[in-house]
């Protein structure tokens, strides 16, 4: 879509961190990171949010598990980690292309403060 973020990041419009990419799923670090390690796992089509998935999408949502699972590992926070997906505008989405936060690396026991992700 044509002012997506994550769209013009796919098509290199925009700069990004890298850390994986395949036909399906493109994974990079979040600008605005609120974890030691935050990236996002982010479909290559554009789907606005787990609203508006359907059963055409379910090889793709497991997949996006998987390669979060890969990333966990490739990243050295397997031990730890936290996926997260806000859904909705009320729900804290900021951009309208569906992705997976994936933190980890906190140096102590996860307490749930918001700065902790
Ligand atoms: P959400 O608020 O759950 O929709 O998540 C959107 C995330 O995208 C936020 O954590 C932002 O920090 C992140 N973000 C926005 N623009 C960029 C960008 N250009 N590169 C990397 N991450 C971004
Ligand atoms: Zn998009």
Redesign the pocket.
């Known amino acids: 879509m044509g002012d997506c ?2 769209c ?2 796919i098509k290199r419009e ?3 961190k890298i850390e994986y990419e395949d036909d399906d799923l493109i994974v ?7 974890a030691p390690t ?1 990236v ?1 796992i982010v479909p290559k089509k554009h789907i606005i949010n787990l609203s508006e998935v359907t059963s055409e999408n379910q090889a793709l949502l497991g997949k996006m598990l998987v390669v979060a699972q890969k990333m966990a590992k490739k990243l050295e926070i397997i031990d730890a980690f936290r996926i ?3 859904n909705g505008a009320n729900a ?5 292309h569906m ?1 997976f ?1 994936l933190t980890g690396g906190w140096k102590e026991k996860y307490n749930g403060d918001e700065d902790k992700a």
């Open positions: 973020v994550f013009k990041i925009l700069p990004s990079f670090q979040n600008i605005n990171p609120i935050h996002l997260g997906v806000a804290g989405q900021t951009v309208f992705h936060h």
